[in-house]
């Protein structure tokens, strides 16, 4: 397992990573052999594929700061387990923190990633959900070798995202906003569930709403 340290409270961001032990029950700190991780910041989004973590986007703000005023990122870096060095990928074509990512596989040395929601510029949603394919170069390093966005009408942040199969992508609540523009510290809590299909051959994207029982929302309500 692996995880970004963040200092909310002090508003301080950092960029060192460290991993779980689940056997021992015991957290160390990751020092890499080689590359610069990503710089500090928050708020970002992580998946793994194989022995590859990627971290995608997130935000940083100097001490002091209000939280409105944030510097986001879209760029992509990758973590490679085995070889213990980090490396960027390349950009991203929306900024965005907050969001979702998940791993969808690919066919050999090409890899799928599908970031959804989260907020963007100007702390506006990020009304897309972007396929960023990435590529191994000569040096088998994975590179940003296109991307695309889709139209979203389902935006969410800090919101559950997992892989159902190569072409489903599963999302379950998280927050969101009621039009575009509005503060997002005071945000309405989903507890609703979509599910993204990408075609086959991945040029287009159905979102479809997950009925949920009147009994799950009671719990949730009730919680």
């Known amino acids: 397992a692996v995880v970004s340290k963040q200092w909310y409270q002090r508003r301080v961001r950092d960029n060192d990573l460290y991993k779980l032990d689940i056997l021992n029950n015991t957290w160390s700190k990751v020092i890499a052999r080689e590359g610069i991780p990503p710089t500090p910041r928050s708020r970002v989004a992580m998946t793994k594929h194989g022995h590859h973590v990627f971290v995608t986007g997130g935000c940083n703000m100097s001490r002091g700061h ?52 989260g907020l963007g510029t100007m702390c506006n949603m990020a009304v897309n959900i972007e396929l960023c394919t990435l590529t191994r170069d ?46 997002p510290s005071v945000p309405i809590v989903r507890q609703d569930a979509s599910i993204l299909t990408f075609s086959p051959d991945y040029s287009s994207l159905q979102i479809s709403s997950v009925p949920m029982s009147n009994s799950h929302h009671s719990i949730n309500n009730n919680n």
Not at 77 to 98: C, F, I, M, P
């Open 138 to 183: 000569i040096d088998n390093r994975y590179r940003v070798s296109d991307s695309v966005l889709f139209p979203n009408t389902d935006t969410r942040m800090f919101h559950t995202q997992i892989k159902l199969d190569d072409h489903r992508v599963f999302l379950f609540g998280g927050r969101t906003m009621t039009e575009l523009g509005d503060d």
């Open 66 to 117: 209000i939280r409105h005023v944030a510097v986001e990122h879209n760029d992509v870096h990758v973590y490679d387990l085995v070889e213990n060095v980090w490396y960027s990928a390349g950009n991203l074509l929306q900024k965005r923190y907050t969001h979702g990512c998940v791993c969808l596989g690919g066919e050999g040395d090409t890899v799928r990633l599908v970031l959804v929601g």
